[in-house]
């Protein structure tokens, strides 16, 4: 039989794993509502990126994509990592450094076409950088393009 003084121990430790796994499991249902994770064209065009959820895409724009709405701020273009194209329709004002041919993020929710409407357009900072996750996107496409020519496949 259990004293009363070890038992009351035990209520009170029992009492504050449970506490502590709650407030860790509320922070974490939380947390994931508000995670943006990134995915290139490539995984987007291969299905790999979630529906109607927030998400960050980045690659090149395509030079010649961009179509301008001429009575309001939408603007369509397409985003490569040069393996696959996506397209990307956003309603604001660009950043100053928007360019066909420059890098950029756009997060925005996939559509279930694969196209992407963005909340927001990030672009590069100056005329030399390029983020690390649209640069690794871009290395690896080319990777697999050069890898795919080896095998004497064509693009």
């Known amino acids: 039989m259990m004293k009363p003084e070890r038992k009351r121990r035990l209520l009170i430790v029992l009492g504050v794993v449970v506490g502590v796994a709650t407030a860790v499991g509320l922070?974490?249902?939380a947390?994931?509502?508000n995670i943006n994770y990134f995915f290139t064209p490539t995984e987007i065009a291969e299905g790999k990126a979630p529906v109607d959820r927030p998400v960050?895409?980045?690659g090149l724009v395509v030079?010649?994509?961009v179509q301008r709405d001429p009575n309001s701020l939408k603007v369509q273009f397409q985003l490569t990592d040069t393996?696959?194209?996506?397209?990307?329709s956003y309603e604001g004002i660009l950043p100053d450094l928007f360019r066909e041919g420059q890098g950029i993020i756009g997060v925005g929710k996939v559509?279930?076409?694969?196209?992407?409407?963005a909340s927001?357009?990030?672009?590069?900072h100056?005329?030399?950088y390029m983020s690390p996750e649209v640069a690794a996107a871009i290395k690896t496409a080319e990777e697999r393009a050069k890898a795919r020519l080896r095998e004497g496949r064509t693009l």
Request: proline fraction near 0%.
């Open 120 to 124: 927001q357009i990030l672009a590069k």
């Open 111 to 117: 559509q279930a076409d694969g196209s992407i409407v």
């Open 83 to 88: 393996e696959h194209t996506v397209n990307v």
């Open 126 to 128: 100056d005329e030399t």
């Open 31 to 33: 947390m994931r509502q």
């Open 27 to 29: 922070v974490t249902y």
């Open 56 to 58: 960050n895409t980045g």
């Open 63 to 65: 030079k010649g994509s």
